[in-house]
Antibody, heavy 122, light 108 residues
């Protein structure tokens, strides 16, 4: 059974930093592109970032480019999101999501975690 | 930036057919995907590549595409189908993944 378990969400002040983690199991983690998707309270879904199976390619939404960094450790079956210069508008539930395709990404999500809540507030 | 447009809400009675549309200029070139999200839960993929249904998704869920609009159709709507539905696709270059704003399906 595929499982994605996010952690690391807390309350942080504007301008602060945070690292989110996602522990994956139930599939061959290093075969798949992985994504972060977020959802502000009461709002819709927003794709944030993706990383290729080997970490060699990364992409970001314009709203986080230059502030967030996605990474992975295939030896630990883990995905990360380093979030710097946080803004109030970054407040959201952050989901880790598995891409459907392997070895080439399909750019859609067949499994999602339950999310970790990041609140940016003074 | 590229946008996908969905109606904010759709209402149907049980047993009727619900149709949720999603419009975007790149949809003739890019596949669309649909997710169902119930309150307090993570999204669930219900349609991929415009019209394919993942295993475990009921047959009453179907998808279609015509020009710049894709449609999620739920035939014989049941109370359990009440949820938010999001379309997802990519811009014409395939670089950016985007979601529609979401449609709240209410079963009257």
């Amino acid at each position: 059974e595929v499982q994605l378990v996010e952690s690391g969400g807390v309350v942080v002040q504007p301008g602060g930093s945070l690292r989110l983690s996602c522990a994956a199991s139930g599939f061959t983690f290093d075969d798949y592109t992985m994504h972060w998707v977020r959802q502000a309270p009461g709002k819709g879904l927003e794709w944030v970032s993706l990383i290729s199976w080997d970490g060699g390619s990364t992409y970001y939404a314009d709203s986080v480019k230059g502030r967030f960094t996605i990474s992975r450790d295939n030896s630990k079956n883990s995905l990360y999101l380093q979030m710097n210069s946080l803004r109030t508008e970054d407040t959201a539930l952050y989901y880790c999501a598995k891409d459907n395709g392997a070895p080439h990404p399909q750019y859609y999500f067949d499994y999602w975690g339950q999310g970790t809540l990041v609140t940016v507030s003074s | 930036s590229y946008e996908l447009t969905q109606p904010p809400s759709v209402s149907v009675s049980p047993g009727q057919t619900a149709r949720i549309t999603c419009s975007g200029d790149a949809l003739p070139k890019q596949y669309a995907y649909w997710y169902q999200q119930k309150p307090g839960q993570a999204p669930v993929l219900v349609i991929y590549k415009d019209s394919e249904r993942p295993s475990g998704i009921p047959e009453r869920f179907s998808g279609s595409s015509s020009g710049t609009t894709v449609t999620l159709t739920i035939s014989g709507v049941q109370a359990e189908d009440e949820a938010d539905y999001y379309c997802q696709s990519a811009d014409s270059s395939g670089t950016y993944t985007v979601f529609g704003g979401g449609t709240k399906l209410t079963v009257l």
